[in-house]
């Protein structure tokens, strides 16, 4: 589906002009950034664009800590929330070339014991299919303060009720729960907790040096507080809600930089991580037992925020979709007091990131960059 980002080399004549192009493109950028930052809905923005595998664009916008006065810096860390989800599915897809699993086995060869797991496949959890609900409802009553050990959380999720939101495989809903479990087998199969499986056959490889399953303790230079604005106010904001890291995990746990995540995309899609055929897999939107297309907007009722188009399909750890008539492949994330997102565009061979330390604003924030870059 997705054709491999190939590195172009321009003439050399043509080197002014791009340069003419890329300064033109990047004050259209600062131009639609400042305006959504002018509306103080967010404490800070960091900004990047990548075409054929070169960084163009790297700006921060904003406080990375009120408190202190710390700006967004171009190396600024934030937490990345769902954009986790397709380092899970690679780390899942990486075992199965190697014939330790596969995506079709059904959720039963591993925990035998979850109810309806005969039912279950990995794929529909990879594409959402599963009908697991979803554990981060708020009614679900799991404590994301507390320290849980994986097995801990598998059987919180065990006890869910209701367990099935719909018979598997027939409707899709996004389901964090699906990709906790995704998580878990991948520390089953390779014998080490997921954020040392990620380090020694992603993060290390790829050199993404800023990228790591978070942990709340840890030191991390440059690293951004988080923060929640405060209902119907502008610009008042309130430090985030504690959350361990052990209870997003494989669903949403890790921390990156634009840098590291635009690097990621075109490494992904480069065939630099998984076989062609594997690839091929993972950005293939999903299907419904019945064949059908998987259709994300089934059962959304909110209307998208102005210039905003959502994605229609779901594959594997990713969105697919168009924007603006172009193919666009990426994926969102949010959790307690950040918001991310990260796209492609093959057809113009390039990867937008945005990040930000308030929770609901990449997707605007995005789109607006696009709008800019795509020059549309």
Known sequence: MLKAICVALLPLLAAPAFAQTDKAMEARVDAAVTRLMDEKRTAGAEVGVMRDGKMILSKGYGLANIELGVPVKPDTVFRIGSIT????????????????????????????????????????????????????????????????????????????????DFEPGTEYRYSNSGYFLLGAIVEKMSGQPLGAFLKARIFDKLALSQTAMDDVLAIVPNRASGYDLVKDSKGEFRNTTYASMTWPAGAGAMRSTIGDLAKWHDALFGGKVLKPETLADMTTPGRYKNGTPIDTRAGVTRAPPAGVEPPTGYAMGLMTGTFAGEPRIGHSGSIDGFNAMINTYPKSKLTIVVLNNTVGQSAEFEAAVAHAVLGK
């Open 85 to 164: 989800k397709q380092f899970t599915a690679a780390a899942l897809l990486l075992l199965a070339e190697e014939k330790k699993l596969s995506v079709d086995d059904k959720l039963s060869k591993y925990f035998p014991d979850f109810p309806r797991a005969d039912d279950v496949t990995l794929r529909m959890m990879l594409n959402h299919t599963s009908g697991l609900h979803n554990y981060t409802d708020p009614k679900a009553d799991i404590d994301q303060h507390k320290d849980m050990t994986t097995a801990e959380m598998v059987r919180n999720i065990q006890k869910l009720s209701p367990m099935y």
